[in-house]
C-alpha cells in the first residue's frame, strides 16, 4: 500500500517499509503513515459498502420521504410511515455502526476489510426499506 512518511521536514511516498527504513525514517514515522494509509482504504471500502446497498440517489430519495413522514405527529403517522421510519433508523444505525468500525479495522492489519464477515449485515428491515427506492 502507498504510504506517504513525513519525519523531519522530509516526505517519502513508498509502498516499501524497508526502502524507508533505509531512508532514515523512523520505525514510528513508518508505522504512522502505515496506518493512515491502511485507515484511507479501511474508509473507501466503507463508503463503497454503503453505496453498494443505497446508491446517492436512494439515499436522497429516502432522506426526502424521511423528511416529509418526520414532519407528522406520532399519532398522525399510518403505520406504513411508521415502518418507514424505524427502517430509516435502522439504516441510520447500520451506518453508523459500519464508519464506527474504520478505525478498529484499520488499526489491526490481521483484519482483512475486504472481508463480508468483517462488517455488520445491513438489518433486514432497512435492506427492504431501501430496496423500494
Known sequence: MQMKIE??????FTNDAAFA??????QGAIDAATLQARGKLVSAE???RIKAVADPDAQLNMLLELGVVAGKLLVDRTSEE?????????ARDWV??????V????????VDY???ATWPDVPADAAAM????
Open 46 to 48: 466503507c463508503k463503497r
Open 82 to 90: 411508521q415502518d418507514f421510519y424505524t427502517a430509516c433508523v435502522s
Open 96 to 101: 453508523k455502526s459500519m464508519r464506527d468500525l
Open 103 to 110: 478505525p478498529v479495522i484499520a488499526a489491526d492489519p490481521n
Open 7 to 12: 519525519e523531519n521536514d522530509r516526505v517519502l
Open 21 to 26: 527504513l533505509s531512508k532514515g525514517f523512523t
Open 114 to 116: 475486504k472481508l463480508d
Open 130 to 133: 431501501i430496496q423500494a427506492f
